[in-house]
């Protein structure tokens, strides 16, 4: 089951300067979370306990937040994803809270972002198919009693997916 407002308290911020090295680190992970140390430790030019080293300071430091596995969706039969928005009828802290707590609940939701302007919240929705989006919508969001008004964007094709910026060496 997703969880919204997950962040995790930084445990230690001793990190007071991300160097090239770190970079080149950071990086390698984005392109690839299960390389070796040993490969890891190569590409930067490091030997493997400072390249060790330095990763578990970056872990430490709450930079490095979790290691994640993105799954193909078409290959699980989920074929449709929506960006969903919400204006709640009272967005008061209580009542956002309320909504976060409610749809935590649904699997279906992989993002949920607070906004600022028109809508409330963005949500990214994905479902098998065109009937089960309509389902969702009907059945289970509308149904949130926080929810005063929904409106939905179907996704085509998503050309770029990062999970975070790739990082300069300056």
């Known amino acids: 089951m997703p969880t919204f407002i997950n962040r995790p308290q930084k445990k230690d911020k001793d990190i007071s300067v991300?160097?090239?090295?770190?970079?080149?680190?950071?990086?390698?992970?984005?392109?690839?979370?299960?390389?070796?140390?040993?490969?890891?430790?190569?590409?930067?030019?490091?030997?493997?306990?400072?390249?060790l080293r330095r990763l578990r300071k970056l872990e430490k430091s709450g930079l490095i937040q979790h290691y994640t596995t993105c799954l193909d969706h078409s290959m699980l039969g989920i074929n449709v994803s929506a960006f969903v928005f919400i204006k709640l009828n009272k967005n008061t802290s209580a009542k956002a809270a309320e909504f976060e707590a409610a749809i935590n609940q649904f699997p279906e939701i992989l993002e949920c972002c607070v906004l600022a302007g028109v809508h409330d919240y963005a949500l990214r929705i994905v479902t098998k198919n065109l009937q089960t989006f309509e389902s969702f919508l009907k059945d289970k969001l509308a149904n949130v009693e926080q929810v005063e008004n929904i409106e939905s964007t179907i996704i085509l094709n998503q050309t770029i997916a990062r999970h975070s910026p790739q990082l300069s060496q300056n």
């Open 18 to 51: 991300v160097d090239s090295t770190d970079v080149k680190i950071l990086n390698a992970l984005q392109a690839n979370a299960r390389i070796s140390n040993a490969e890891l430790a190569e590409l930067v030019n490091l030997s493997q306990t400072p390249c």
